[in-house]
Every structure is written in structure tokens, then in C-alpha cells.
């Protein structure tokens, strides 16, 4: 049985989520989720009442089918080769490729943080993670980020964690209501927060992730 999980997007900016080029992947922040979801899995990133636009609660930002999950080392190959828009670019007048979130380099052997949207105190979380998590059947909302009906609110939380056990009773009603939405999967919106580059670089990164949560609550 697949599972669902959710969690609450604090900041929307277009790097994790990255739902650019077609592909939508999770490689940074939420370590927990990307360390044990499998092929199959469904994930949601639900909208903060404490958004940058305003109250997003109750409202669905994106989510994505799972259909490939790598190693970190695995999607910084496989994106050098095949997806070189991932790696990120913070001097391109492309929004997408200041984005990227193939944020560490492995041919070393190690991982060498590249110049993106996390800095030094994002490293040990992200690494945390282990897997990218890999989707080209997604639906990504960004800032008009999508109500959802009374019957899925239940799968709404604004802790810092992920749920994904509590959501058993509603997978099934969750894929019905997306799938009757009749949407176009991809990119449907855009990020609700822009970057501060200037800023990102001088405070070593996007610190606003540095606290993501560990902590599953079922």
C-alpha cells in the first residue's frame, strides 16, 4: 500500500520542492521523508498560515507521485549527465537554474557543497536524507496553491515534522480528488517566496530550513 506523507512548506521557493523542467524533485530539506519514501509513495507540501503571501493553511502547495529514488550521489551523476539545469547556477538569469538542488558535488568522492540556496548549517540535515526523491507526475501550485476539500483537511498540520501513518484512511480519497481535478500534470504555478541572493550569500545559505524537523507524527 502506498503511503502518504505531508508536511507543512514554512517558506515556498522553488528549491525543495524544485518542480522545474518537468521533473519535480526533493533532494534538499525534509531528511526524514526522503531517507525511507519508496517508489509509489505520494508527497504533499501542505501551505503555512505563516506564509510570505499570507495564510496558505488548508491549501495544497504540491505534491508528486515518487517514481525514481537515488542516492545523493547517484542524482548529482545522473544530473551532470542528463539533467545539467539541476546543478544549481547562482550567477544564471534563469530563475530555475539559481534553484537547482543538486546542491552537492560528489566527484571527489565526497560531498562538496556547491554555491545555492543552503549554506554550511543546511549540510548535516540534507546529507541526513540520503535519497533524492525523483517525480514527473506531480502537481505544483506554488503561491495559488491549491484549497482542499473538508473531507482531506484531516491530512492538515502545521507542525514542523511529517505525518505519513495518520494519513492511511485518506490516500486513496487524496489521488481520487487530484485525479478530478482534471489538471495537466507539472508545473502549474510559481514559488510564493524569491530568494534574496544577496542575502542567501551572506548569511551562508538559506537558513530559514535550518531547523527542518526530524520528527514523524505517524
Same mark, same amino acid.
Given at each position: 500500500?502506498?503511503?502518504?506523507?505531508?508536511?507543512?512548506?514554512?517558506?515556498?521557493?522553488?528549491?525543495?520542492?524544485?518542480?522545474?523542467?518537468?521533473?519535480?524533485?526533493?533532494?534538499? =530539506? +525534509?531528511?526524514?521523508?526522503?531517507?525511507?519514501?519508496?517508489?509509489?509513495?505520494?508527497?504533499?507540501?501542505?501551505?503555512?498560515?505563516?506564509?510570505?503571501? *499570507?495564510?496558505?493553511?488548508?491549501?495544497?502547495?504540491?505534491?508528486?507521485?515518487?517514481?525514481?529514488?537515488?542516492?545523493?550521489? #547517484?542524482?548529482?551523476?545522473?544530473?551532470?549527465? #542528463?539533467?545539467?539545469?539541476?546543478?544549481?547556477?547562482?550567477?544564471?538569469?534563469?530563475?530555475?537554474?539559481?534553484? *537547482?538542488? =543538486?546542491?552537492?558535488?560528489?566527484?571527489?568522492? %565526497?560531498?562538496?557543497?556547491?554555491?545555492?540556496?543552503?549554506?554550511?548549517?543546511?549540510?548535516? %540535515?540534507?546529507?541526513?536524507? +540520503?535519497?533524492?526523491?525523483?517525480?514527473?507526475?506531480?502537481?505544483?501550485?506554488? +503561491?495559488?496553491?491549491?484549497?482542499?476539500? #473538508?473531507?482531506?483537511?484531516?491530512? =492538515?498540520?502545521?507542525?514542523?515534522?511529517?505525518?505519513?501513518?495518520?494519513?492511511?484512511?485518506?490516500?486513496?480519497?487524496?489521488?481520487?480528488?487530484? *485525479? &478530478?481535478?482534471?489538471?495537466?500534470?507539472?508545473?502549474?504555478?510559481?514559488?510564493?517566496?524569491?530568494?534574496?541572493?544577496?542575502? %542567501?550569500?551572506?548569511? &551562508? &545559505? =538559506?537558513?530559514?530550513? +535550518?531547523?527542518? *524537523? #526530524?520528527?514523524?507524527? &505517524?
Amino acid at each position: 500500500m502506498p503511503r502518504l506523507f505531508t508536511y507543512t512548506i514554512p517558506v515556498d521557493d522553488g528549491a525543495a520542492p524544485n518542480p522545474f523542467g518537468g521533473l519535480c524533485s526533493l533532494s534538499i =530539506c +525534509k531528511p526524514g521523508i526522503r531517507r525511507v519514501a519508496k517508489v509509489g509513495d505520494w508527497v504533499a507540501g501542505l501551505g503555512s498560515r505563516n506564509a510570505p503571501s *499570507g495564510d496558505l493553511s488548508g491549501r495544497l502547495v504540491y505534491a508528486m507521485r515518487v517514481e525514481q529514488v537515488l542516492t545523493l550521489q #547517484e542524482y548529482d551523476q545522473k544530473a551532470r549527465m #542528463e539533467w545539467p539545469q539541476r546543478i544549481p547556477r547562482a550567477d544564471s538569469a534563469d530563475l530555475s537554474e539559481r534553484l *537547482g538542488d =543538486c546542491i552537492y558535488d560528489y566527484s571527489s568522492g %565526497t560531498a562538496v557543497q556547491r554555491p545555492g540556496v543552503h549554506g554550511p548549517n543546511n549540510q548535516a %540535515t540534507d546529507l541526513s536524507g +540520503k535519497n533524492a526523491l525523483l517525480s514527473w507526475h506531480f502537481y505544483y501550485f506554488g +503561491k495559488t496553491a491549491e484549497l482542499l476539500p #473538508e473531507n482531506l483537511l484531516p491530512i =492538515c498540520h502545521q507542525t514542523q515534522g511529517h505525518r505519513s501513518d495518520l494519513n492511511s484512511p485518506y490516500i486513496e480519497m487524496f489521488v481520487s480528488w487530484l *485525479g &478530478g481535478l482534471n489538471l495537466l500534470v507539472g508545473q502549474l504555478g510559481w514559488p510564493d517566496y524569491s530568494v534574496d541572493w544577496a542575502k %542567501t550569500a551572506a548569511c &551562508g &545559505g =538559506c537558513i530559514s530550513r +535550518k531547523l527542518d *524537523g #526530524e520528527h514523524d507524527d &505517524g
